[in-house]
Structures are given as structure tokens and as C-alpha cells.
């Protein structure tokens, strides 16, 4: 019987949650599901797709919506999605569901069933996104508010990694 096209936010969340149900319940990922995962995480360590890569535009398309997922779920979410949608469900659901899927998944996150999601998301982690040696952490002196300009990029292919950099001084306009 083939499946139902899904065409709205909620129908979408409601799938992604009843598979994160049956992912608890059966403990492991099926091997098509542990491809999706794996294409998901390579395609986020490297930034997005190759240019040789088929179906580029698709594999942009699908890159962005995961990283917005990451940004928002963490890589929970980003496992959730891999095995529960994949490239071509993600292109195929339409711009204002790709904007609004992670927002809504984030509001009913307390349905996503989370404990292997996240044991899943922890190993691909390990696997794409290994430490670097060479971390390390330095702390800026505390500002007082309205005096600095803090600015976060996200690194990308180090697990959702950020680092912040504080700018002082006066700011002119120059004319």
C-alpha cells in the first residue's frame, strides 16, 4: 500500500515522533536507516555536498534543513530526521515546512522519544566529528553590557562547537 504524501508541519512532526518510538522500541537502526544517518553526518562534517555529487541541488536543500535541525534539536534531531524523512521527503515537503519542522519538533520534544536517538547521534558524532587535539579555551574579561560586540560562529564538523570572540572599543560611521 503505498504510503500517504504528507503535506503539513504537524503531520510531518507527528511522523518524525512515531519514529523515534519505534527506534526506542527496536533498539537499532535498520541498515537503509544507518546509510541515511551516515550520508546525513558526512554531509554535515563536510559543509555540504561535493559539486560532482548527484543530485546536488537536492543534497543542498537537505544540508540546510539539517543544519537548521542541528541548530535547533542538536543531532538528536538530526538522526530523528535522517532516518525518518531523507533527502528526498526534505525536498519534497516545501520550503515553509522545511523553516518551520524543526521549530515545531522543538516545541513537542518532550513526545520525541530521545535516549537512542541520542546514543545514535553520540557514536556518527565520534565518528564524523572527532576532538581535535589542539582545543584550547581562553576566557575574555567580563564587559559590561553596551560595551562589547560578541560575536559565535559555529565550527562546523565539531559537534556544535562555538566560538565567541568579544570586540571593544568605540565604533564610528564613517561617511
Known sequence: MPQKKLTSVK??????????KTLKNRMELKP??????????ALLAAGGPLPSAKALMNKRIY????QRVEKILGLMG?????VGLGVSAVVSMGEQCRVDL???????EE?????????????????FF?????????????LKENDHFALSVRLAGHGGMT?????????????
Open 11 to 20: 503531520g510531518y512532526a507527528n511522523k518524525l515522533i512515531n519514529v523515534s
Open 32 to 41: 537503509a536507516e544507518e546509510q541515511r544517518v551516515s550520508e546525513a553526518f
Open 63 to 66: 544540508v540546510k534543513f539539517l
Open 78 to 82: 538530526v538522526v530523528l530526521c535522517a
Open 102 to 108: 524543526p521549530h515545531k519538533l522543538k516545541k513537542r
Open 111 to 127: 513526545e520525541i522519544a530521545q535516549g537512542d536517538l541520542q546514543n545514535i547521534a553520540n557514536t556518527y558524532s565520534t565518528k
Open 130 to 142: 572527532p576532538p581535535s587535539n589542539s582545543q584550547a579555551t581562553t576566557t575574555a574579561p567580563a
Open 163 to 175: 566560538a565567541t570572540s568579544q570586540f571593544t572599543g568605540d565604533a564610528y560611521k564613517l561617511t
